[in-house]
């Protein structure tokens, strides 16, 4: 009996030490890929669109809900500027450094006239801090480069003026022609370049000069320097809308670059932010586009064309003995039923 006993003893010992031999072998599950899930701002997210600064602003965010350790949705917010937020679904890795993530699929925004092609990567750090680099494609007419159109040495610009006086309406329609030439008076050459990239560069050579302008060069003093200036658009039906990252003309560290910009084109930061309007987390203004042949024109409505004649601007542009004139209409223009004025540009 004692015997049996014992065997019995050492059976159960044995039974226990197989067991327990058995949970030490059970694979660790690594549940990490949780702890991802979050709203990422401010210094907790590092972000570029096409591989060029967004700098931190109100509503900027990245939001990443991932729903295993190889997938997640990664929602953008005031990253673009066609859509307030959109999602792109992602693939992820852990890896030494972090978790890297790379969107499984593009997503299109946008209407038809400009639709773009969104996708996103990079890497939640294991310091909790996302970087992010998205990608925009831009599909539309209106892509390409632009130069303005010169008739016979003045340039081509677009004016159509309503008022309820016939009379007045053939005087301010005679402007076309006077800014036209006052236009060639400073500048020999005007580019405008809409890259797939949804970028705008805007370029002008003054006469008597052989190196040309552009917003990117202007930011050469102070904290800012060397940092790219770009301008973006996007395109909702015979809509240009055009601007500059919000974050960035908000920063203080721009307001080094104010008497450049005073000095380039006829503004300070203070007024060139006042009449831009907040879309998407970008600070943009609404040009009217349509295409005539082989002519494009560009044209601002009334109340952008009076912010630009109240701004300053046209003084860089402007001979000063048309100065005079051009502030004498400005009366009629406030009071007129249409004012539309811009460029023809050929592509």
């Not at 929602?75 to 852990?94: F, G, W």
């Amino acid at each position: 009996m004692k015997r049996n006993l014992l065997y019995l003893f050492a059976f159960v010992c044995t039974l226990g030490f197989t067991t327990a031999c058995d949970d030490d072998d059970d694979p660790v599950v690594d549940e990490s890929w949780k702890e991802l899930a979050s709203t990422y701002d401010g210094n907790k997210l590092a972000l570029t669109l096409n591989s060029s600064a967004l700098f931190a602003t109100e509503g900027r965010s990245v939001e990443f809900t991932p729903s295993s350790a190889t997938a997640g949705v990664v929602k953008l917010n005031n990253a673009i500027p066609d859509q307030a937020s959109v999602e792109v679904p992602v693939t992820m890795a852990k890896g030494a450094d972090g978790y890297t993530f790379t969107s499984s699929a593009t997503k299109a925004v946008g209407e038809t006239a400009g639709k773009s092609t969104i996708g996103v990567e990079g890497l939640i750090a294991t310091d909790g801090k996302l970087t992010a680099n998205v990608t925009r494609t831009v599909q539309s007419e209106v892509t390409g480069l632009f130069k303005l159109n010169y008739v016979q040495n003045v340039g081509d610009v677009y004016v159509d003026i309503v008022t309820a006086d016939p009379a007045t309406n053939a005087m301010l329609g005679s402007l076309a022609p006077v800014i036209g030439g006052a236009l060639a008076a400073k500048v020999s050459a005007v580019t405008v370049d809409l890259s797939d990239k949804g970028t705008m560069t805007p370029t002008w050579t003054k006469v008597g000069e052989t190196t040309p302008t552009t917003l990117a060069s202007i930011p050469t003093v102070g904290p800012m320097f060397g940092t790219l200036i770009n301008m973006y658009y996007s395109v909702a039906g015979d809509k240009l809308m055009i601007g500059l990252d919000k974050g960035l003309l908000t920063n203080p560290a721009m307001a080094a670059i104010s008497p450049r910009l005073q000095e380039k084109i006829g503004m300070d930061l203070q007024t060139l932010t006042s009449m831009l309007a907040d879309v998407n987390g970008f600070l943009m203004i609404p040009l009217t586009f349509k295409q005539e042949g082989s002519l494009t024109t560009f044209y601002a409505d009334k109340a952008l064309v009076l912010k630009i004649a109240n701004s300053g601007m046209l003084t860089k542009f402007i001979p000063e003995n048309l100065a005079p004139m051009i502030n004498g209409m400005l009366p009629l223009l406030q009071s007129a039923e249409k004012v539309n004025i811009g460029l023809r540009f050929t592509k």
